[in-house]
């Protein structure tokens, strides 16, 4: 895989796939974190000579303008991060976009494009072969910088590399150099933690991952499709009835390498203010809602003898205050783990994110993966398309 360095960008039109799908409420960005993560890249190639021609999407438009999904408030957000001029283009590919682009390019100025919406597309989620080749006659070279995006075969992720000389920029290579690293040659004890909802989303994760860690800690409600396999009593917990034999299996398959909560805070509603204790045995008519202060005690103690961690999942409700200590404790466990010893701690996934960043912590640890689904998939040992398309 070629990297940013091995292109000449120089009077070089650089299309670049970066991941501007940021939350936004009434136009107004929350949270800039995918812009910022997409800085060095761009900054590099105007440093390189090169004019940054940015594509993204936003949000699940049909396939058609949809002004609640347009990237124009990020283009002006991204104007006050840079010293040069960003121009929005309303259009993503056609006569217009060609036009725009030229423009900019041929000022002689240091200058970013930004395309509009590439969801606004109807050849772009299903990888069309026109789509890819009308953005693709935008550039002259192409850099790939959507972690978050390589896991879809789209026209601007995967099409598009197929025709333009490509490499991968600087976020996508720190990503894949990071998990990367720690799949493949991890300093131990190596550990993964997953939480969040579902089982079913995590089958292959857990299956590819436990044979080469060494400790697997299950938080979140995916636990209790784990704990109900078992004989445990789960009250009215979330479970999966249909993935207990899978769950059974796979704890029997790794039951030296799972390690499941062996206490819950419970609460009687799904509710901030809902009635709650802490419990060994989950009572009928309660629901465990995070993990309890002995399986708190337990998981941080195995982070902090660890060298490797991957982390993807809350270990409960952390969007209440009264169920998010125990993701709260891990994510500190994880910022104290890299201080005290150097431990790689990789954390990935937008909840377990979100958490990391609300406690302050996302810069005490190693890496924090700007893609929950491109990561999930490359734990699970499948090929991401937006990469195989650089080689």
């Not at 879809?152 to 197929?162: D, F, I, L, Q, Y």
């Not at 784990?226 to 009593?233: K, P, Q, T, V």
């Not at 769950?247 to 039951?255: E, I, N, P, T």
């Not at 377990?352 to 924090?368: K, M, Q, T, Y």
Request: charged fraction near 20%.
């Amino acid at each position: 895989m070629h990297t940013l360095s091995d292109l000449d960008l120089s009077g070089q039109r650089v299309l670049t796939r970066v991941d501007f799908n940021v939350p936004m409420e009434n136009a107004a960005i929350t949270d800039d974190t995918r812009i910022q993560g997409a800085l060095p890249t761009i900054r590099a190639i105007l440093d390189g000579g090169g004019t940054p021609i940015l594509m993204s999407h936003l949000g699940r438009p049909k396939g058609a303008p949809d002004p609640e999904f347009s990237l124009r408030p990020v283009a002006d957000h991204l104007g006050t991060l840079l010293d040069v001029t960003v121009t929005f283009c309303e259009t993503t590919i056609g006569d217009d976009a060609e036009a725009c682009v030229a423009d900019v390019a041929a000022s002689g100025a240091r200058g970013v494009v930004l395309l509009e919406n590439t969801r606004f597309l109807p050849g772009e989620t299903s990888n069309d072969d026109e789509t890819a080749r009308g953005l693709a006659r935008l550039g002259d070279v192409f850099v790939s910088d959507a972690f978050g995006s390589v896991h879809r075969a789209h026209a601007s992720t995967a099409g598009v590399a197929a025709l333009l000389p490509s490499a991968a920029g600087k976020l996508l290579e720190r990503e894949l150099t990071f998990l990367h690293g720690a799949l493949e040659d991890p300093d131990r004890p190596f550990v993964a933690i997953l939480g969040g909802a579902k089982v079913s989303d995590k089958i292959g994760v857990i299956q590819a991952l436990a044979p080469k860690v060494d400790r697997l800690l299950i938080g979140g409600a995916m636990a209790y499709t784990f704990l109900r396999a078992l004989g445990h009593e789960t009250g009215s917990s979330l479970v999966e009835e249909d993935k207990t034999d899978e769950a059974f299996r796979l704890y029997d398959q790794f039951r030296d390498t799972i390690v499941l909560p062996s206490d819950h805070i419970v609460a009687d509603s799904f509710s901030a203010d809902a009635e709650t204790q802490t419990v060994e045995t989950i009572p009928d008519g309660w629901m465990g809602l995070d993990i309890g202060p002995a399986t708190t005690a337990q998981y941080k103690d195995v982070i902090s003898n660890a060298s490797t961690v991957i982390w993807n999942g809350p270990m409960g409700v952390f969007e209440m205050d009264a169920f998010a200590s125990g993701t709260r404790a891990v994510a500190q466990a994880l910022a104290d783990a890299t201080e005290a010893s150097g431990a790689m701690t990789i954390v990935g996934g937008g909840d377990s994110v979100a958490a990391i960043n609300e406690s302050g912590l996302g810069d005490a640890v190693s890496h924090v993966s700007t893609g929950g689904g491109a990561m999930l998939e490359l734990l699970e040992g499948q090929t991401l398309p937006g990469v195989a398309a650089l080689g």
